[in-house]
């Protein structure tokens, strides 16, 4: 049952609400921010947030960029959610058997979670050698819009699908839901995504899920990148979905 609005007005911690509207801002855009622009973008006045900026720069969760750009967010918040005991339980399972995937199959690898309608690099491996393409542990984007997202949302149970669905959907037009809804089956058939990356021209993306007890705790993806000493992309995805379900194993969780 809902709670009344007067019931949760009792629990109102205005400053609090300030402090977090500022992470979710800064969060959601991504880029820096100044006072002012953050001000308009929460409809308060810059002596209203004023305090609470400078707060929240005394405790490491926002800082100044090197450049004088504006605040942006720090690692701090990453850090806190990594120190949770399932993310160091899939991490504890995932990097020996990423580091093996990287080493055999020549190109890098990372691991992503989810976290509200982002996915987030949480580790990665890169690839032997001198050269290679990786993505930044710390990086994330719309669930909707990665491929590791993909993962993510299609491997769930049905329930989870459900709740997803009715927090992304309407995040995105009708038509680019439909063709996420549609890529999503595709997955589920194929039990993994091979799809071109959305930000880097000549790179594939290649990634299969890693079930936990509860449903899909992360994408295992590779960049990939074909060079003269590669394995074939079939090759490769059979490397991905073996280690993926390797750890899997380790979590407990079932495999596809």
Same mark, same amino acid.
């Given at each position: 049952?809902?709670? !009344? ?22 969060? &959601? ?17 810059? !002596?209203?947030?004023?305090?609470? %900026?400078?707060?929240?720069?005394? =405790? ?18 990453? !850090? ?16 020996? /058997? ?36 990786? /993505? ?9 819009? &990665? ?13 989870? =699908?459900?709740?997803?669905?009715? =927090? ?15 890529? &999503?089956?595709?997955? =589920? ?35 990939? %990148? ?5 394995? !074939? ?24």
């Amino acid at each position: 049952m809902a709670e !009344s609005e007067d019931t949760l007005s009792k629990y109102r911690a205005p400053a609090l609400e300030k402090g977090l509207d500022v992470l979710e801002l800064l969060a &959601a855009r991504g880029g820096p921010l100044g006072m002012v622009q953050i001000a308009a973008a929460l409809n308060r006045s810059v !002596s209203e947030l004023f305090r609470m %900026v400078q707060v929240l720069q005394h =405790r490491g969760y926002i800082a100044d960029t090197p450049t004088g750009e504006g605040l942006v967010l720090t690692d701090k918040l990453f !850090s806190l959610g990594m120190a949770r005991a399932p993310t160091r339980t899939v991490l504890e399972a995932a990097l020996p /058997v990423m580091r093996r995937l990287s080493d055999a199959i020549g190109q890098s690898c990372h691991l992503a979670v989810a976290s509200a309608d982002q996915m987030v690099v949480v580790a990665r491996i890169e690839a032997p050698g001198n050269q290679g393409f990786s /993505v930044r542990v710390g990086y994330h984007r719309a669930i909707v819009e &990665a491929t590791s997202g993909l993962v993510l949302y299609a491997f769930q149970p049905e329930p989870v =699908r459900a709740e997803w669905r009715a =927090r992304l959907e309407p995040t995105v037009a009708p038509t680019a839901w439909s063709g996420f809804e549609a890529r &999503a089956k595709k997955a =589920r058939a194929d039990r993994h995504v091979l799809a071109p990356s959305d930000v880097t021209r000549l790179v594939l993306d290649l990634s299969a899920p890693i079930f936990g007890p509860d449903g899909v705790a992360a994408a295992l993806t590779s960049p990939y %990148v074909e060079t003269p000493t590669s394995l !074939s992309v079939p090759d490769t995805i059979a490397a991905i979905k073996a280690a993926a379900d390797e750890i899997s194993v380790e979590l407990g969780g079932p495999t596809p």
